[in-house]
């Protein structure tokens, strides 16, 4: 585990261009990774199986690209430490097999993205945004800490596995397992505990949004996968299904009419969440396997729909769609790969997003057909918002002075195709998440 760790420390502190060579070798590493997953379920300390191994090299591939993106903003050396700080305390989240040291650094994550959006933060609202961010995260994990700790006491482990396996009937009543996972659903976040993500992406430095959005938000999803075993015998699991469901329909129906690049990339992020929780409340193979995939997925697309926009905003100087339009005329490369992003976003053929809807669409006819309804509307309104999203910025005339004439650089064409390619890739063998 400490080779493990060695390692992620000295990928996210390595210079520029020893960042360059393991990007562009990361397919390797990932075979590599995966080559040895099997030997290391073996090692009863380590806690890597295909669900840590798939979000650390999510983690290690984000973390590159957003260094990339803020490449041209030439870091601080505070702003720099606070990434690794992040960065490193996601690797030991997802690392760690400990029940009280995930509690740990899952809410030591919060203080380095509260303080990148407090002092790197483009508006005054910074401030309301941070204090969104401590109010709803802190609020639920308290309760999450006297769970964690009653627990502990009574099944008499902090393992991991151990502390879910010797769960008790006392344990998984209502009460206690609403405290347990509703630290998970506001660190997603669900519909009706959303409103801190958008607010939040707004204020946040292009790097602070890759990284909050492609990393941070997935600590939910892993930590209710970790704890799914709570979910099965519960009704309440049946009410959570369904406020998300239609919530992460009322929320696409809405996107469509956001003309700020950031807060629909936001909002759709919430979106995404809502199938995500979906595919783990079932608790079945089926649901957890999309759910994981759309989790990786969405990720790496969010990641890269968040550097894009800045790409944009770099230029025009504003986050408005109307304000963007036209770029197609100026940078068709870039127009491109936006549009492939876009495809991602909503789950077009070919991605690995759709793969995960697919194996969720599976699971609801086997536990409940209504549910389509959720999500044909989640899907129809997600493909409206994001080729909204693509044919407002790319087509149509250029605003005269609306643009910069910088031409893409090779930096940026990197970041873009570096978030394209794994999206399509994946798909060629699914096997590996």
């Known amino acids: 585990m400490m080779k493990i760790l060695t390692l992620s420390v000295l990928i996210v502190c390595a210079p520029l261009s020893v960042q360059i060579m393991l990007l562009s070798s990361m397919p390797v590493l990932l075979s590599s990774a995966l080559a040895v997953v099997g030997s290391l379920n073996y090692l009863a300390l380590m806690n890597y199986d295909m669900v840590t191994v798939s979000l650390l090299v999510m983690t290690f591939w984000v973390t590159l690209l957003m260094k990339f993106s803020q490449f041209q903003a030439r870091m601080s050396n505070s702003l720099y430490t606070l990434f690794l700080v992040l960065s490193l305390s996601l690797v030991l989240s997802f690392s760690t097999n400990n029940i009280i040291m995930f509690y740990f650094f899952f809410e030591w994550s919060l203080l380095p993205i509260f303080m990148i959006i407090i002092g790197w933060g483009y508006q005054m609202e910074r401030l309301k945004a941070s204090l969104f961010i401590l109010f709803y995260t802190l609020f639920a994990s308290l309760p999450l800490l006297i769970v964690i700790i009653n627990t502990v006491i009574m099944s008499h482990t902090s393992y991991m596995y151990m ?97 700020d690049l950031k807060v629909m990339i936001a909002y759709s992020s919430v979106v995404h969440m809502a199938l995500i929780i979906l595919g783990i409340i079932s608790v079945s193979s089926w649901g957890v ?97 994001s080729l909204i999203l693509y044919s407002s910025t790319q087509q149509g005339s250029l605003l005269n002075g609306s643009f910069s004439m910088s031409n893409i650089s090779h930096r940026e064409m990197l970041i873009m195709i570096s978030h394209v390619f794994p999206l399509f890739m994946l798909l060629l063998s699914p096997s590996l998440i």
């Open 163 to 259: 502390y879910v396996c010797t769960a008790t009937p006392a344990i998984m009543n209502s009460l206690p397992t609403i405290m347990l996972i509703g630290a998970f659903l506001v660190k997603f976040p669900m519909f009706f505990v959303h409103q801190w993500l958008p607010k939040a992406h707004v204020e946040a430095p292009v790097g602070g949004s890759m990284i909050l959005a492609g990393v941070l938000l997935k600590l939910g999803g892993y930590g209710m996968i970790r704890v799914s075993v709570f979910l099965g015998p519960l009704s309440m699991a049946a009410k959570v299904l369904i406020i998300s469901l239609v919530g992460g329909g009322m929320l696409a129906a809405t996107c469509v009419s956001f003309s």
């Open 289 to 385: 396997n999309g759910a994981m995939i759309i989790m990786v997925a969405h990720g790496i697309c969010s990641s890269g729909m968040f550097s894009s926009a800045n790409m944009m905003y770099e230029r025009s100087h504003s986050r408005n769609l109307v304000q963007n339009k036209g770029m197609l005329n100026l940078f068709p490369a870039m127009s491109m790969l936006w549009f492939m992003l876009c495809v991602a976003n909503f789950g077009g053929p070919f991605t690995y997003n759709l793969l995960g809807e697919i194996l969720l669409i599976v699971n609801l006819i086997t536990l409940s057909a209504p549910l389509l309804i959720g999500v044909a509307m989640i899907s129809f309104f997600s493909a409206a918002y």
